[in-house]
DNA sequence: GGATAAGTTAGCCATATTGCTAACCATATA
DNA sequence: TATATGGTTAGCAATATGGCTAACTTATCC
């Protein structure tokens, strides 16, 4: 059963493969079919397909078949899925670092009377 | 060796999992010790210690040992790489998308007359 | 010095991942 | 209808991953 909702781990997986992050680069650009994809790479098309699972699995991508040509397209969601978590941790972050620089300012002050 | 420069294949990988991603939103806020940080799971200390390795890896998080105890703290540069990985793939996609609406609005527009 | 606490190392096991080949549909095309 | 094209399925092999226990080192504390 396929993971439509592209949760963070299937999410990240997928993005940890430079095959799969090569098929992302390109799709950014148009959708394209299996073939078309598989095309720049040396695999054998079984190992290929099975990155293609791996993405639209992740929610990363998806694709239907007309005739006998699967086309695949981006999905956005699943990048927006990782870069929020990503985000979130970044601002979090960048708030404690806020919060720390206030109080070694207000420690410098202090010492400095 | 560790991989200090956090390449995304070692960053995404070691954000694909639900225990390093909990150390990361524990490490957001503050430092902290190995023991301090594997309190709330309960995996056996040996396999909590493979999951720090994992993040360090990524070059997510940085250790130092001081006496007997070391100290775990977040670094922003593994998150900045992942981020700007999929901060880029985003825009791509989106002048993509804002080109096929500006396509689509001037076909409609031709077709309009 | 002896006990305890904090990590660490080594090694084992089960499962997942990533590649392959061979064989097999299903749809176009000649 | 025969053949090629595009994709799929099944199954194998090597390696990686994620968990464990047992044993060990190195501080720190009494």
């Known amino acids: 059963m396929a ?7 299937t999410v990240f997986h997928a993005l940890s493969d430079p095959t799969r992050r090569a098929v992302m680069r390109r799709l950014v650009r148009s ?8 095309a720049p790479f040396e695999m054998a098309l079984p190992s290929f397909l099975k990155h293609l699972a791996v993405l639209e699995e992740g929610g990363l991508i998806s694709s239907t078949k007309a005739g006998r040509v699967r086309r695949c397209r981006l999905r956005a969601t699943g990048l927006a899925a990782a870069e929020g978590w990503l985000g979130d941790q970044r601002r979090l972050w960048e708030r404690r670092s806020d919060r720390l620089a206030q109080y070694v300012e207000l420690r410098l002050t202090r010492e400095g009377r």
């Open 3 to 9: 993971n439509l909702s592209g949760d963070l781990d």
């Open 31 to 38: 959708p394209a079919s299996v073939t078309e994809l598989a």
